[in-house]
């Protein structure tokens, strides 16, 4: 069974940056692609930003050119840079792999962004 762990999360001022990492159990190169997500209290899940194999990043709209996903292969690390947060960032996150139909997911990690 392959496991996720986030971490990095925690509180942060308006405007101040984070990283989160998701460390896989697995190769890397299993998945295509890895994502990070988020889930806000009373919203649905939301993909923020994947990467894929070839490493070929997407963002959604709500975090591009404030975030950057990456990953180390060698390492099986997967991190979200989080720039210019903003209360409305406020979520647990969570990191996703694909692999054909298949999905594993993290247990989540809360960020709070607040004054």
């Known amino acids: 069974q392959v496991q996720l762990v986030e971490s990095g999360g925690g509180l942060v001022e308006p405007g101040g940056s984070l990283r989160l990492s998701c460390h896989v159990s697995a190769s890397l190169d299993t998945f295509d692609p890895v994502a990070w997500y988020r889930q806000a209290p009373g919203k649905q899940r939301e993909e923020l930003a994947n990467?894929?194999?070839?490493?070929?990043?997407y963002y959604g709209a709500s975090v591009q050119g404030r975030f950057i996903i990456s990953k180390d292969n060698s390492k099986n690390m997967v991190y979200l840079q989080m720039n210019g947060l903003k209360p409305e960032d406020t979520a647990v996150y969570y990191c996703?792999?694909?692999?054909?139909?298949?999905?594993?997911w993290g247990q989540g990690i809360q960020v709070t962004v607040s004054s």
């Open positions: 996703k792999l694909q692999n054909g139909l298949t999905n594993y």
């Open positions: 990467i894929r194999r070839n490493f070929m990043p």
